[in-house]
């Protein structure tokens, strides 16, 4: 029995990476889990893999930049699971080129899926987390604070994601 036996967890990204190893990670400790990402494929093996290993998960497809599909994912999870305990958002998108060369479709796509991704997961999955007295987990990242090279669009999108979970934890505890 795992320390997060019973809880429903959201994770998002959890296609490869880090997402992938959260997936394996809260299966393990007991978690049911809604494993969501752009790619069916590759959330769907996440999936299977961790079944195979004793977990219970599902995939679904979901873009997180889409307010509706989030909408639709989350009630997925709800319908399937009944409940969400944790949300992970993990997605996100990276371009890493220097400064002079970052366009501004590289800006546009980091704030529309570390952002915009992040709000419209918290958002979705709220009125399930406030009823279970439940948890948000947010990644930033050191690329804001240390101006980390060729990485302007993500260092900005996760700086605005920090500033959005600063936010959200004081309105919502």
């Given at each position: 029995m795992g320390i997060l036996e019973g809880k429903v967890a959201v994770i998002t990204g959890g296609g490869q990476g880090i997402g992938e190893g959260?997936?394996?990670?809260?299966?393990?400790?007991g978690a049911k889990v809604v494993n969501i990402g752009r790619t069916f494929s590759k959330v769907e093996r996440v999936v299977n893999k961790a079944k195979a290993d004793g977990g219970d998960a599902i995939a679904v497809q979901c873009d997180i930049g889409d307010s509706a599909q989030v909408e639709a994912a989350i009630a997925k999870a709800v319908?399937?699971?009944?409940?969400?305990?944790?949300?992970?958002?993990?997605?996100?998108?990276?371009?890493?080129?220097?400064?002079?060369?970052?366009?501004?479709?590289?800006?546009?796509?980091?704030?529309?899926?570390?952002?915009?991704?992040?709000?419209?997961?918290?958002?979705?999955?709220?009125?399930?987390?406030?009823e279970s007295k439940g948890?948000?987990?947010?990644?930033?990242?050191?690329?804001?604070?240390?101006?980390?090279?060729?990485?302007?669009?993500?260092?900005?999108?996760?700086?605005?994601?920090?500033?959005?979970?600063?936010?959200?934890?004081?309105?919502?505890g």
């Open positions: 959260l997936v394996y990670a809260f299966c393990h400790e319908e399937v699971y009944g409940r969400i305990d944790v949300l992970v958002n993990n997605a996100m998108t990276q371009h890493i080129v220097p400064f002079e060369e970052t366009t501004e479709q590289d800006m546009w796509d980091a704030y529309r899926n570390n952002v915009l991704g992040t709000f419209n997961c918290i958002k979705a999955c709220l009125p399930y987390l406030k948890s948000v987990i947010n990644f930033a990242s050191g690329a804001g604070l240390f101006g980390k090279l060729g990485q302007s669009s993500y260092a900005a999108a996760k700086e605005g994601i920090r500033g959005l979970s600063r936010v959200a934890a004081a309105e919502g």
